[in-house]
T-cell receptor, first 110, second 114 residues
Framework: AQRVTQPEKLLSVFKGAPVELKCNYS??????LFWYVQYSRQRLQLLLR??SRESIKGFTADLNKGETSFHLKKPFAQEEDSAMYYC????????????FGAGTRLAVHP | DADVTQTPRNRITKTGKRIMLECSQT?????MYWYRQDPGLGLRLIYY???????NKGEISDGYSVSRQAQAKFSLSLESAIPNQTALYFC?????????????FGQGTRLTVV
């Protein structure tokens, strides 16, 4: 079965602290994984994708096939990072369907 | 950025009523999707469409129907609304013609069934 698991509903940190939002997946074959972010009163938007191996707003995510994980990391959290973060897996079968995790709310306190 | 627009933004309706949520896009994308967001469950796919002649059921299509009136418009209907359909609904689009598989989302429609 194809599945995305985000074990933490809420992650609360202080400004300047490191952040790691966990994501584990279940998929047969080569997965394509994404992180989407939803800031308050804004629409869901793509933060980064594993195939790009990019860093966006200081966030990075590495695909670990052995651990079937795609954790999102940032060394120093900022208050503006407070948002809902969703890990997503591109489903097999075409159509670019996405399977989302339950989401983790990141709260960065001053 | 109003490339993907959903109407209405908020709606309260009574059990048993028929309701339609609308989505339009100016991005020229061929693929469109309807997702439902519930706390603790993330987003789940209701229906998706490759083009105007292509409609497919997603993970949770029971109780819903869709219409792809044009490439730019994709409507979601609840024929007889029930309280457990209270949720935040998102429309999304993507473009099959490019390798970019990014999905673009609307602002969401908050539906409450009483």
């Amino acid at each position: 079965a194809q599945r995305v698991t985000q074990p933490e509903k809420l992650l609360s940190v202080f400004k300047g602290a490191p952040v790691e939002l966990k994501c584990n997946y279940s998929y047969s074959g080569s997965p394509e994984l994404f992180w989407y972010v939803q800031y308050s009163r804004q629409r869901l938007q793509l933060l980064l994708r594993h195939i790009s191996r990019e860093s966006i707003k200081g966030f990075t995510a590495d695909l670990n096939k052995g651990e079937t994980s795609f954790h999102l990391k940032k060394p120093f959290a900022q208050e503006e990072d407070s948002a809902m973060y969703y890990c997503a897996l591109r489903s097999s079968g075409g159509y670019n369907k996405l399977i989302f995790g339950a989401g983790t709310r990141l709260a960065v306190h001053p | 950025d109003a490339d993907v627009t959903q109407t209405p933004r908020n709606r309260i309706t009574k059990t048993g009523k028929r309701i339609m949520l609308e989505c339009s896009q100016t991005k020229g994308h061929d693929r469109m999707y309807w997702y439902r967001q519930d706390p603790g469950l993330g987003l789940r796919l209701i229906y998706y469409s490759f083009d105007v002649k292509d409609i497919n059921k997603g993970e949770i299509s029971d109780g819903y129907s869709v219409s792809r009136q044009a490439q730019a418009k994709f409507s979601l209907s609840l024929e007889s609304a029930i309280p457990n359909q209270t949720a935040l609904y998102f429309c999304a689009t993507s473009d099959s013609r490019v390798g970019n598989t990014e999905a673009f989302f609307g602002q969401g429609t908050r539906l409450t069934v009483v």
